[in-house]
């Protein structure tokens, strides 16, 4: 439980109160009274709130020693930026960023949430029984979700069970966009190392130059293909291992669809590999609708540009009864991140933190002379 505490310090700043939420200190606005921890990761610790102006229900996540580490500040920053300008029902809404009491030398921040009751991983690993009707409606909401991303020009590179939060109503909305990035015109995405490694496209597992939105629907197609036989589907130990048991399953390829891996070494390994005709899906999941089936095969394609798209997907026969295009607008303008990742020190990504902040805080912008920095 979350239990009330003294400031370490003895000085307590207006505005703030202080929570112990498994032995980690809170410092949150006094609006927020915390309920209970639901969760904790490298990210940080999760506690369920309520906004005492509203009476909302509410997540809040606290990110520790957020400028420790140069990789985790972009990635926190990445997604405040991305978060503010998205609004769509199935993408996780970030409802404030607290103000720091100490703006030119906080450590931790601390973002609020929507709540929601679980994720897609537990419920899969639960014994809940789950339904065509269910995984219907979990890979409509999650295509319909990736839709608006990519419209917008965002490519979200880590989808998985865990990242996408479900409702006691079967609601799903996507979350963690800590390694989303955003694209200009047809640019391509450059390759890193993203997504992890059971959600992995082949493009990326065979470290092509460039890939593009065609790698979230491989991730769709794996958590599709984990609903439907509740345990991944390519469960890899290593990179090599993970292509080994993707080329177990699809089959072994043809020559026309090796022709995106640019990477000579690449090409070889995937040749060296024993071969095999692969399995059919039906045969993996023998009691799945067999539409579901036809819809997983187009999704778990070897080739990328072979891979049906998110707007193909959400066409298929097999979201017929769920899909309508006038109830699924694009977004209304695409979204640049616009970061200078390679030049940006503590300094800076203190102040574009500071500067999303005031986005949420408009009142404190004047004070402290800090229009000046924005």
């Not at 890939?211 to 036989?229: K, M, P």
């Not at 990179?239 to 993707?246: G, P």
Request: hydrophobic content about 40%.
């Amino acid at each position: 439980m979350a239990m009330p505490v003294e400031p370490p310090n003895g000085l307590k700043p207006m505005g703030k109160h202080y929570y112990s939420i498994w032995q980690i200190l809170f410092e949150i606005d006094t609006k927020y009274v915390p309920i209970k921890p639901i969760g904790r990761g490298s990210y940080g610790v999760v506690c369920s709130s309520i906004n005492r102006e509203t009476n909302e229900k509410v997540a809040i996540k606290k990110i520790s020693n957020v400028f420790g580490n140069r990789v985790d500040a972009l990635r926190t920053l990445r997604e405040l930026k991305l978060l503010r300008h998205i609004r769509h029902e199935n993408v996780i809404a970030l409802k404030d960023i607290m103000m720091p009491a100490h703006r030119t030398s906080f450590k931790d921040v601390y973002l609020v949430y929507e709540l929601m009751d679980t994720d897609l991983l537990q419920i899969i690993k639960s014994p809940q029984p789950l339904t065509n009707d269910h995984c219907k409606y979990f890979i409509f909401q999650l295509l319909r979700g990736l839709k608006y991303l990519h419209s917008a020009n965002i490519l979200h590179r880590d989808l998985k069970p865990g990242n996408l939060l479900i409702n006691a109503n079967c609601d799903l909305k996507i979350c963690d966009f800590g390694l989303a990035r955003t694209s200009r015109g047809n640019e391509q995405f450059m390759t890193e190392y993203v997504v992890t490694r059971w959600y992995r496209s082949p493009e990326l597992l065979l470290c092509c130059d460039n890939y593009g939105t065609s790698i979230d629907v491989w991730s769709v197609g794996c958590i599709f293909a984990e609903i439907l036989g509740r345990q991944p589907i390519f469960p890899g130990t290593e990179c090599l291992n993970q292509l080994k048991l993707i080329i177990d399953v699809l089959g072994s390829q043809q020559e026309a669809d090796l022709e995106f891996i640019d990477n000579p070494k690449a090409r070889r390994f995937i040749k060296s590999l024993p071969y095999t005709r692969g399995i059919h899906f039906s045969r993996l999941y023998p009691r799945a609708d067999p539409s579901a089936i036809d819809l997983l095969q187009k999704m778990l394609i070897f080739d990328p540009s072979k891979r049906i798209t998110v707007t193909e997907a959400l066409q298929h026969p097999y979201m017929s009864t769920l899909y309508d295009p006038s109830c699924n607008p694009p977004a209304q303008v695409p979204i640049n991140l616009d970061i200078d990742e390679k030049n940006m020190g503590e300094h800076m990504i203190r102040e574009m933190m500071l500067s999303e902040m005031l986005h949420y805080h408009p009142e404190a912008a004047s004070t402290n002379g800090y229009m000046k920095l924005f």
